[in-house]
């Protein structure tokens, strides 16, 4: 067995494993590209105003989980992590994330909405799996 083989199963050597690998790459970035792609149309499937409660809702949860993550990785001091979480703070990035939120919450709906239609359903078993996972992120 080769060390091309070892790394890549089927590849007898390094410029084939080289050139799987790219290939592999280039398909991630274009399903990544197509999925970008896909979510810009959903967004703008849906024409409602959105309710500024909700809004906010969606702005605090998604600015909460960017703090904590923040915190896990910068060790932020108490005064810091007040500072950043103080309302002026808080109200000043949701007005400049408006429009990405908004866009967030209309792909939410437009998604909830495909589900209802085509009567899909999410497995409880997957919804507590993605449970547990959120609650050892949280735990570290």
Known sequence: ???????????TD????????????REVEQTARDQAT????????????IPQ???????????????LEIQTKMKLSEQQLDSLSSPKA??????????NITKLIK???AVG???????????????VKEV???IAEFER
């Open 38 to 49: 896909d979510n810009a149309k959903l967004w703008k499937m849906v024409e409602i105003d």
């Open 14 to 25: 390094l410029m084939q494993v080289k050139e799987s690998l790219q290939q592999r790459c």
């Open 132 to 134: 547990q996972k959120s």
């Open 107 to 109: 792909q939410n709906l």
């Open 113 to 127: 909405d495909i589900f209802k239609r085509e009567n899909l359903q999410f497995s409880s078993y997957e919804l």
């Open 53 to 67: 409660s909700l809004f906010e809702e969606q702005g605090m949860q998604l600015y909460g989980a960017k703090l």
């Open 90 to 99: 808080v109200n000043e990035i949701l007005e400049n994330q408006r429009e």
């Open 1 to 11: 067995m080769t060390i091309a083989d070892k790394l890549l199963p089927g590849c």
